[in-house]
């Protein structure tokens, strides 16, 4: 899954690129993206998951990218295969998932909010790709 996204730096901005089941019952999400524009360099990359006991549990990993605060056009990507997660800023991977045990398996659909991004619903399975593009 992948979306084209511009960030707005400053403190109180916020975008992120998301994955959440189409049955909306939550969790799990797979968060391509969430950027905080008072850190306009850093990225959070994180998924969600039930527990087998019982309970929710989820893995963040930050990573410092400086090209994220540029204002210009950025591909945030995730790919998306079973028991793996790979992120990619502007196609160099930025990070992976820890918790292979915790990647959703069942159909998700993509959401985004953010500057310049409409929103849109994608029903999406993993290894099927599908991109969100900017409409301008």
């Known amino acids: 899954m992948k979306a084209r996204m511009r960030f707005a730096p400053g403190n109180g901005a916020y975008s992120a690129f998301w994955a959440a089941p189409s049955d909306d019952q939550w969790p799990p999400e797979i ?7 008072d850190r306009p360099d850093l990225g959070h990359a994180t998924h969600h998951w039930a527990r087998p006991e019982g309970g929710n549990t989820s893995n963040s990993q930050d990573f410092v990218n400086a090209a994220l605060a540029d204002g210009g056009w950025h591909t945030i990507g995730v790919d998306w295969q079973p028991g793996q997660l790979i992120w990619y800023v502007d196609g160099r991977e930025v990070t992976r998932s820890r918790h292979p045990e915790g990647v959703a398996s069942e159909p998700m659909h993509l959401a985004a909010v953010g500057r310049d991004l409409g929103q849109e619903r994608v029903d999406i399975r993993p290894g099927q790709q599908y ?3 900017d409409h301008h």
């Open 31 to 37: 968060d391509a993206i969430e950027y905080l524009g």
């Open 131 to 133: 991109a969100v593009h």
